[in-house]
């Protein structure tokens, strides 16, 4: 039987899967999917309330659209980063972009 | 009806792909030839599979299915006539342009799959093009769809009552017609297969039922495409004398005729040039047609 | 939809979304990365559907497919090993990234089961497109006037960020080619 508790359960391992990604991974391409997976998790904890909790609520759905839009944002901003560092040191593993590190 | 619909879209997605196929045979100077045309199939299905011998092997063996399931999915969008559909989504419009968004991945795991130099370069041009493409698409639909105050295909047939959205919208027909054509990597837009100068590109590795997956999708892309004009400019089934489903077909035989025979008298285009067109051009008239859709929603449609 | 259609929709797309997430991070090809979280955010789009959110389900799979093709191409782009044919270990502080997300993950599941949530009574429509259309164009238009503000900063931003001879003076290279800048 589907009920938000286990919409909800889903939407925890998958925040946790992401953040496995942004933790462990080496490239920043690979963080930034992580945090791609993060967001995905939050948006079906959104879906998941709204469908369960206020089935009629228009504003729920809209604040999955902004979410929606923050991802690409996110995306856009983040691979201009990459590529600006990639320009910079030649690399895009986190570990050597250690240029701030007092 | 509601039952017999996953069937329905299969009948319409196999007739459509065989009366395409004749048309290809026509627009190319051939009589047309139903025997011929089963006898290639039957070869190309006899061919054993090819199995490249890299590490993504199963992208390259999940792509043509993946690109099936994009055009079935697209074509089950398209309404035929009242009551003849396959799935009838209040955001039908979009759930096609989402249905089309996935042969890019499929074209690109064809390419990357494969493994060979020129395959991927078909594939990264693919990714590309359909990258500058998928947008103008879709806000043409939003266009199209304003007046209709509905993003439900049906809805968008039945604004059309009066006049066809063709002479409402002509800007966003000249947008949608090269972006639709391009969907479907049909020449002049076969940047991903490309004979004379990738040698097949992507596909260049595919045989037997891999290879007639991947025909067979592509001629159901081009009914879906065609269909979808036909209903979101042409009017869908809308006209007099014949019944609805006639005149649908007929309507998205015409468009499919078109496509190929433009395909065959222009050049291929280069794929920077196509690129650029797409940017600096498309895009930003995609926005004034959808402006202009508003324009005409607030004046003629209320 | 029906109970169980729904529920033959929802659990093994939930599942395979799940499935599909974790094996982002364990292949080591990246275009299999890239096009497994593309799975997984798709999939993600069909649990929208079966959780009756159609429009939201139906944007889901058309924004994800574009923009995590577009993460693939980068992806082959940066990697050192793009293939993922030498096998090389794209993973630090392996355990304790593992132990830290696996306990939120785990943490996070358990409140979600144990909560005791406030159902309401359950109505199975969705707000439809139109619904939302009055929405995004009435009460939330402030907050949609400030996401598109925030995209188009983040278009300008992101081809500053990306082009040569930006905010930080980094020139190509030589040998270089500088894209079509140089004519």
Redesign the interface.
Known sequence: MISLPVVLAFAGVMFGIGLYGVLGQTNTIMVIMGVELMLGASMLNVVGFLRYTHPDATSGSFFVLVLMTLMAVEAAVGFALVVSAFRHSRTAEVDDLTELRG | MSDLTPLAVFAVAAAGAAIVGLLEQLVAGVRPAPLALARAAAATLRQPLSRPDR??GW?FHLAPGLLLIAALGALAFVPWAPGFRGID???GA??F??AL??V??AI??AG?GAGRPLAVVGG?RW?AL??AY?MPL?MIITAVAAPA???RPTDIVEVQHAVPMALVQPLALALWLPAALAVCFLPPFDLPQADGELGGGAFSEYRGLDAALIGFAQRILLVAVSGMTAVLFLGGWQGPLLPPALWMALKTMAVAGLFLWVGRRLPRLEVDRVLSLAWKVANPLAILAIAYAGLITLLFYR | MSDLATALVFWPAAVLMLVTGLYVFITSSMARAGLLLLASLGIEGLVFLALSSEFLGVLQLLMMSGEMVTMVFFMVMFMPDPGGLMGMDMVHDKRRSAAVAGLVGVGLALVAVLTDWPARAVGTDAPDVRAIGFEVMGRSMLTFLFAAMTILFAMVGGVLLAKYGGRYRIGAPAGEDRGGEAR
Do not use: E, K, N, V
């Open positions: 590490r993504d992208l989504l209040s955001t979009i759930a342009a989402a968004a996935y890019t991945p690109f795991m990357w990264f990714l359909m990258l998928a879709a105050g509905s993003l």
